[in-house]
C-alpha cells in the first residue's frame, strides 16, 4: 500500500472519529439539558403539590372549627349574661352615686323641682346652718370628741381646718354640696374610732406628692381628693381606715391612696406618758379583789390619709347601660 493511501485514510478516520465525538457531546448536551428542564419542572410540581396538601389541610382544619348551631347559642347566651352583669355593675354604680348627687333635706324643700339649682341666699344660709351642725358632730360635747385646734388670729378657723368655703359661687354649689356629704362621712368616722385630734380635712392636694388620681377610668366620672390629718392613738388607726372605707350600701366609694404614720416627739417625751409607766403602791388588803392596776395610755401619733371619692358622671352611665356586646 502507498504511503500517501494510507496518511489518506488516517486522516478521513480521524475526521469521522472527531465527528462521532462532536455528535455524542451534542447528544448528551442536549441529553443534559432536556433533563435538566424535566428534573425543574418536577421540583416545581412536587412543590406545587406539597401547597396544594397544605391548602387542603388548612381548609379541612377550618371545616372542623366551623360553629355548630349549639355553640352559636352558647356565644349569643355569653353575651346576653356579659349585657346583664354590665348592666348590673353600672346600675350599682349609680346607686352607690345616689348620696353625692342630693341635695340636703333642707335645700330639697326650698327647690321648686329636684334638678334646679338653689339661689344664693337660699344655699349661703342653708349650708351655713347645716355646716354649724355637722362641726358640732365632731366637737360637741358627748361620749366622744375630737379637738380642732383653731388659730382664729391667723385665720385658721375650725370651718377652714376642716374644709368648708364660703360659698359665692352658684357653679360651685353641688360640688359643696358633694364634699359635704364626705366631711359627714369622715367625721363619723372620726367620732367612731376615738380620734384625738383633727388637725386638718382638705379637699385641695395640688401640694400632694405623688399626686393622686384624679379620673375615674374608662371616663366614668372624676374622683374627689381629700387630706385628712389626725391625732390618734396607734390602735386607733386601723379602725380609722376601716371607718373611712366602710361605707353603706348607697353611699358612695372611697378609695384610700396612701397612710402616713409619723411620731410626736412632745408625745413621747413628756412626763405625763413616763409617770404612767411607773408603779403605784399596792392598794390595801380588803382593796385587792376589786383593784385594777392603771390603765397605760400610749403616746398620739399622727397620721396623714390622702384619699378620694368616685364621682360617676350620670349622663354617661346612662349611655353605657344601653350598650350591646
Known amino acids: ?98 348620696r353625692l348627687e342630693e341635695w340636703c333635706d333642707e335645700m330639697k324643700k326650698r327647690l321648686p323641682n ?29 361620749e366622744h370628741s375630737v379637738d380642732v385646734p383653731e388659730d382664729s388670729s391667723g385665720g385658721k378657723t375650725k370651718e377652714v381646718l376642716l374644709g368648708f368655703e364660703t360659698p359665692s359661687d352658684p357653679t360651685k354649689f353641688k360640688m359643696l354640696q358633694k364634699r359635704f356629704w364626705i366631711q359627714k362621712h369622715l367625721f363619723e368616722a372620726m ?16 401640694d400632694v ?38 361605707t353603706a350600701e348607697n353611699d358612695f366609694f372611697v378609695i384610700i391612696n396612701k397612710v402616713e404614720i409619723n411620731r410626736l416627739a412632745e408625745e413621747f417625751y413628756q412626763r405625763r406618758y413616763y409617770e404612767s409607766l411607773e408603779p403605784s403602791p399596792l392598794p390595801e388588803e380588803k382593796e385587792r379583789k376589786t383593784y385594777r392596776p392603771p390603765t397605760i395610755e400610749p403616746p398620739l401619733v399622727k397620721v396623714e390619709i390622702i384619699g378620694g371619692v368616685l364621682d360617676f358622671d350620670e349622663k354617661e352611665l ?8
Do not use: H
Open 1 to 98: 500500500m502507498k504511503l500517501s493511501k494510507i496518511t489518506e485514510d488516517k486522516f478521513t478516520l480521524a475526521i469521522v472519529a472527531g465527528s462521532v465525538i462532536l455528535a455524542a457531546f451534542f447528544v448528551f448536551g442536549l441529553w443534559l439539558g432536556v433533563w435538566s428542564e424535566i428534573n425543574s419542572k418536577k421540583e416545581g410540581l412536587q412543590t406545587e403539590i406539597k401547597n396544594l396538601e397544605k391548602f387542603l389541610k388548612n381548609l379541612k382544619t377550618v371545616g372542623t372549627d366551623k360553629p355548630t348551631q349549639q355553640r352559636i347559642e352558647e356565644i349569643d347566651n355569653y353575651k346576653k349574661s356579659l349585657d346583664k352583669a354590665k348592666q348590673d355593675i353600672i346600675k350599682f354604680y349609680k346607686r352607690s352615686n345616689t
Open 114 to 142: 329636684p334638678g334646679a339649682t338653689p339661689d344664693l341666699g337660699t344655699f349661703q344660709a342653708i349650708y351655713q346652718d347645716e355646716r354649724d351642725k355637722l362641726i358640732l358632730v365632731l366637737t360637741g360635747d358627748k
Open 191 to 206: 367620732v367612731k374610732s376615738e380620734v384625738k385630734r383633727c388637725d386638718l380635712l382638705d379637699f385641695k392636694l395640688s
Open 209 to 246: 406628692k405623688p399626686k393622686p388620681p384624679t379620673k375615674i377610668k374608662s371616663e366614668l366620672g372624676e374622683i374627689i381628693g381629700f387630706r385628712l390629718i389626725v391625732r390618734l392613738t396607734s390602735r386607733e388607726i386601723a379602725p380609722l381606715i376601716e371607718s373611712i372605707s366602710a
Open 318 to 325: 346612662d349611655r353605657r347601660i344601653n350598650e350591646k356586646y
